[in-house]
């Protein structure tokens, strides 16, 4: 790895990657021109199981956002550096497949209302998503009595009759959880915190899955930032605005990436690099997908939005399309606690 630099000037080429395939073997990939300058997605490239292609290596290959492997996942960024692209493949891939999606976007929905015909529930303020995110709690408990009733300890290890459905939980600007504006709002941030970290703790064995968006997130955000930041094993870190923040999110895993990071060109939204606990990264970029192809897919994809009764209280309003005849779906308004 430290010759590779060599290695790419040697041979003129873009880039030379060093991967291990077995103990005293490694490969060496080139890439003989800038593959991320244009983003063409690999054409095998299809959503599965709980697998989403969202974005493409610098050696052309898919980057996968498989929620096996990674169950919790954190993306940094700064304004415009392509954190919303991101989290937009993201929702794209993730509508095709059989899963229940649950929106926390606290800017007042401006980035995920588009997609409410896919959304099992949306929330737009702390106080919703303090009742939310406690709604989610309750059932990762029972769905332990129900792993416990049937013998087993995951999920996936449930015949496909009694399987629930997996949920993924997409929480926009986190750090809009965190702050509060007076003392009165120190009790809801603590039941949110609570209930994030319980989430990312345990819920990977039931099913449910965070997806967790912001700008920074460390320990200037208060206690518990820390803490809940220390179970999100999927990190993918876009430009940043300082060294500290592309710390925050690769330190702790691949602190070799962290100078990769500081390098990112404000000309190249989508630009990332990608790491997790493994202690491997690489640099990958996302395609320019716009939100209206996003909306299109949710609304295609809206049969799959599955039955779930306890968000039933947090279902989006979604429009009546102008051709239809009759009353559009209404959500019942959230009580907040």
């Known amino acids: 790895m430290a010759s590779s630099e060599r290695l790419r000037h040697a041979w003129g080429v873009h880039s030379v990657t060093v991967v291990e395939t077995k103990p005293g073997f490694v490969e060496l990939r080139m890439t003989g021109y800038d593959v991320l300058r244009r983003v063409r997605m690999p054409r095998k490239a299809r959503p599965h199981d709980m697998v989403v292609p969202v974005a493409v290596r610098e050696d052309g290959t898919a980057f996968e956002r498989d929620y096996r492997k990674a169950p919790m996942a954190l993306t940094l960024g700064a304004n415009h550096s392509g954190k919303s692209m991101y989290q937009r493949n993201l929702i794209k891939g993730l509508a095709q497949l059989p899963v229940a999606l ?13 997609f409410a015909p896919r959304l099992s529930a949306l929330v737009t303020t702390p106080d919703d998503a303090a009742s939310l995110l406690g709604a989610l709690v309750s059932e990762m408990e029972e769905r332990f009595d129900l792993l416990s009733r049937r013998g087993v300890s995951d999920l996936w290890e449930l015949p496909d009759e009694v399987r629930p459905v997996p949920v993924v939980v997409l929480v926009d600007e986190v750090a809009e959880l965190f702050l509060i504006s007076s003392k009165k709002d120190e009790e809801r941030r603590e039941r949110i915190v609570t209930a994030l970290i319980r989430l990312a703790q345990m819920a990977r064995a039931i099913g449910i899955y965070l997806e967790i968006c912001g700008q920074r997130f460390g320990s200037d955000l208060g206690k518990g930032a820390t803490m809940l930041r220390a179970q999100l094993t999927g990190r993918v870190v876009h430009r940043v605005n300082d060294k500290q923040t592309a710390e925050m999110g690769l330190a702790d895993v691949a602190p070799d990436a962290v100078p990769a990071t500081t390098l990112i060109q404000m000309n190249r939204p989508g630009t990332a690099v990608a790491a997790d606990v493994s202690g491997g990264w690489s640099k990958i970029r996302t395609p320019n997908t716009s939100r209206d192809e996003v909306a299109a897919v949710c609304r295609e994809f809206a049969q799959l939005v599955p039955e779930l009764p306890f968000l039933d209280p947090f279902r989006p309003y979604v ?16 009580v907040t606690e």
């Open 102 to 114: 649950v929106g926390i976007d606290c800017k007042r929905g401006v980035e995920q209302s588009a």
């Open 319 to 334: 429009p009546a399309p102008a051709s239809t005849a009759g009353p559009s779906l209404v959500k019942p308004r959230p």
